[in-house]
């Protein structure tokens, strides 16, 4: 089978599937290059309201295709920070589904989203330098925001793996769940994300990221939305709110 990127979309979550079985879903230079163009026609779909990025089977990613590296250039490492950049940029709430290995670009596309759930098992790794490879400063600064200097440093000067329950301490990992647990979880939390306002999420989303010159933008967003009037309604009558934002 060759590698491929498989998206779907179903009741407003949009599914993304890192497809590389042979190689433990390691992503080539085709995958990397087509990722920005599927999450931007994902984020132009009004139907989307959730995005979950997970591997086929038992494993997340487990990195690169080493054998591209012996190309001459750094196309690779250039394409995996634009596909990086474009998941981190997605305007609507991004949950990685982990389980299995999660190691180098795998690490770095889970970083990218907005939660990490994991299955217990799930094992995870920054590991250029077990290749002399420079990490991006993007990615650094990233992984430094999730975990904290000291973690970041941990994992990017050793390669060491870690467990699932060390990702969880260390802030890598938001939720851990038992073998055969984790699609239940991660299926119910996107249904509930989908039932939000992403007028709310969306603008969250910018300002947790550190954005700074938004506030004039979103309250102009909030007066001509209704999700405000429809969420005050919804609560006071004792009903399920409709929003309406992004649709």
């Known amino acids: 089978m060759e590698p491929q990127l498989k998206d779907s979309v179903t009741d407003g979550i949009a599914t993304v599937v890192i497809s590389n079985p042979a190689k433990r879903n390691a992503m080539s230079v085709g995958m990397w290059r087509a990722l920005p163009a599927v999450l931007e026609r994902l984020a132009a779909d009004p139907a989307v309201r959730v995005l979950v990025l997970t591997g086929e089977g038992d494993t ?102 870690m467990d699932a329950e060390r990702a969880l301490r260390t802030g890598f990992v938001d939720e851990l769940h038992p073998a055969g647990a984790l699609d239940k979880r991660v299926a119910e939390f996107a249904r509930l994300l989908a039932s939000r306002s992403l007028l709310t999420q969306a603008a969250a989303k910018e300002f947790v990221d550190g954005r700074r010159d938004r506030d004039a933008h979103w309250a102009e967003q909030a007066r001509g939305s209704g999700d405000t009037a429809e969420g005050v309604a919804a609560f006071l009558e004792r009903r399920a709110p409709r929003f309406t934002y992004g649709l």
């Open 60 to 161: 997340f990613c487990a990195g690169a295709d080493i054998s591209a590296l012996r190309e001459p250039g750094d196309e690779q490492q250039t394409l995996a920070v634009r596909a990086e950049e474009a998941l981190a940029a997605f305007p609507k709430p991004t949950v990685a589904a982990v389980r299995g290995f999660c190691v180098g670009g795998g690490s770095q596309l889970a970083a990218a989203c907005d939660l990490r759930f994991a299955e217990e098992g799930a094992r995870f790794g920054i590991t250029p330098s077990k290749l002399g490879i420079v990490y991006p400063s993007s990615s650094t600064r990233r992984l430094t925001a999730l975990v904290g200097p000291s973690a970041a440093k941990y994992l990017l000067f050793s390669g060491e793996l």
